[in-house]
T-cell receptor
Framework: TQLLEQSPQFLSIQEGENLTVYCNSSSVFSSLQWYRQEPGEGPVLLVTVVTGGEVKKLKRLTFQFGDARKDSSLHITAAQPGDTGLYLCAGETNAGKSTFGDGTTLTVKP | EAGVAQSPRYKIIEKRQSVAFWCNPISGHATLYWYQQILGQGPKLLIQFQNNGVVDDSQLPKDRFSAERLKGVDSTLKIQPAKLEDSAVYLC?????????????FGSGTRLTVV
């Protein structure tokens, strides 16, 4: 069973600050997705990373896939209250099986 | 494109009762997933369909949970009888391919409370 550990579990920051959240595993994944989930809604896909060492940018969000494809990070620059939510990572194996982490709950205070 | 539709949005039942959830995936998406998300946790896969065939149901509690996708389009998930620990959000997701490198599209979920 692949296990994805996300840290920190909770993060509360002021608007304008930068932050990084992590997703770690002992397993190798063929791809890894990051999702953001707001209360009462399903997760919404932010990005998929496939290649070891890959870096993808989405406006103020920067996603990195580890060289060994076992870990990933999400960095947010100048966080805004609209970034508040639960950030989930999900790793997928070559067999098409996905495992989700338990997420990082981010609160950005105005 | 229309998203993944789920109903009902909320359901409250007593333990030992039965309940069913419905999901209509994005048109053309061959792969459909049911996830259980307990408060404070990430989604846990219950069952994965490819068209109308089951790809993975290894984590489905088959003594009480069942799911079907008869025509390879919409799907139902049933719990009979429900237990208190079944209280959770049940999420349906779909993807175009079996390998979800393009990610999944989730519905808004059904929040089940068992009392």
């Amino acid at each position: 069973t692949q296990l994805l550990e996300q840290s920190p579990q909770f993060l509360s920051i002021q608007e304008g600050e930068n932050l990084t959240v992590y997703c770690n595993s002992s397993s190798v994944f063929s791809s890894l997705q990051w999702y953001r989930q707001e209360p009462g809604e399903g997760p919404v896909l932010l990005v998929t990373v496939v290649t070891g060492g890959e870096v993808k940018k989405l406006k103020r969000l920067t996603f990195q896939f580890g060289d060994a494809r076992k870990d990933s990070s999400l960095h947010i620059t100048a966080a805004q209250p609209g970034d508040t939510g639960l950030y989930l990572c999900a790793g997928e194996t070559n067999a098409g099986k996905s495992t989700f982490g338990d997420g990082t709950t981010l609160t950005v205070k105005p | 494109e229309a998203g993944v539709a789920q109903s009902p949005r909320y359901k409250i039942i007593e333990k030992r009762q039965s309940v069913a959830f419905w999901c209509n995936p994005i048109s053309g998406h061959a792969t459909l997933y049911w996830y259980q998300q307990i408060l404070g946790q990430g989604p846990k896969l219950l069952i994965q369909f490819q068209n109308n065939g089951v790809v993975d149901d290894s984590q489905l509690p088959k003594d009480r949970f069942s799911a079907e996708r008869l025509k390879g389009v919409d799907s139902t998930l049933k719990i009979q009888p429900a237990k208190l620990e079944d209280s959770a959000v049940y999420l349906c997701a779909s993807s175009l391919f079996l390998l979800g490198t393009v990610g999944y599209t989730f519905g808004s979920g059904t929040r089940l409370t068992v009392v």
